[in-house]
């Protein structure tokens, strides 16, 4: 079993800067892309960023420039640098890993994993 922990979630106000981490532990086999999504209330649940595990990135446009995604492949651990917020930034972050357990490789599949998320709220 392998589950996803965020931390780093809070209030701040519009300008302001938050840095976000996850940890994947368990019986983890091995881990591809890593990542956060965002879901705000009555919305649904979008990209923020993500990052491959040879470093490659992907940023949706409304965060380009401002957030940044890391990730320490020996700790199995990802990281969103948050700067220059915004109110519209507020939403619920969650960290997400396509990886598989002992139990999927056994398998031969990897499958999307989920952190419960953590709460981001940007005060204007």
């Known amino acids: 079993q392998v589950q996803l922990v965020e931390s780093g979630g809070g209030l701040v106000h519009a300008g302001g800067s938050l840095r976000l981490s996850c940890a994947a532990s368990?019986?983890?086999?091995?881990?591809?892309?890593m990542g956060w999504y965002r879901q705000a209330p009555g919305k649904q649940r979008d990209l923020v960023a993500t990052?491959?595990?040879?470093?490659?990135?992907n940023y949706a446009d409304f965060v380009k420039g401002r957030f940044t995604i890391s990730r320490d492949n020996g700790k199995n651990t990802v990281h969103l640098q948050m700067n220059s917020l915004k109110p519209e930034d507020t939403a619920v972050y969650y960290c997400?890993?396509?990886?598989?357990?002992?139990?999927?490789?056994?398998?031969?599949?990897?499958?999307?994993?989920w952190g419960q998320g953590t709460q981001v709220t940007v005060s204007s």
């Open positions: 997400t890993a396509h990886m598989a357990d002992y139990s999927d490789y056994e398998r031969g599949v990897t499958n999307d994993y």
């Open positions: 368990g019986s983890i086999f091995s881990i591809d892309a």
């Open positions: 990052m491959a595990t040879d470093g490659n990135t």
